[in-house]
């Protein structure tokens, strides 16, 4: 699993949403903090075709 990067991201444990990480510390029984895989871009197409 070498060569994915991930970043660490707040959720709400109740509703889903994502929130700041430093809430998510702040609340720990309502929240959770976990590491989330960064996309890479999508290609960029050459335009007219």
Same mark, same amino acid.
């Given at each position: 699993?070498?060569?994915?990067?991930?970043?660490?991201?707040? #959720?709400?444990?109740?509703?889903?949403?994502?929130?700041?990480?430093?809430?998510?510390?702040?609340?720990?029984?309502?929240? =959770? =903090?976990?590491?989330?895989?960064?996309?890479?871009?999508?290609?960029? #197409?050459?335009?007219?075709?």
């Amino acid at each position: 699993m070498s060569g994915n990067k991930t970043t660490p991201r707040g #959720r709400d444990a109740k509703s889903g949403q994502f929130i700041p990480v430093r809430e998510a510390q702040r609340r720990p029984s309502t929240t =959770v =903090v976990e590491r989330v895989a960064v996309r890479s871009p999508a290609p960029k #197409r050459k335009a007219g075709r």
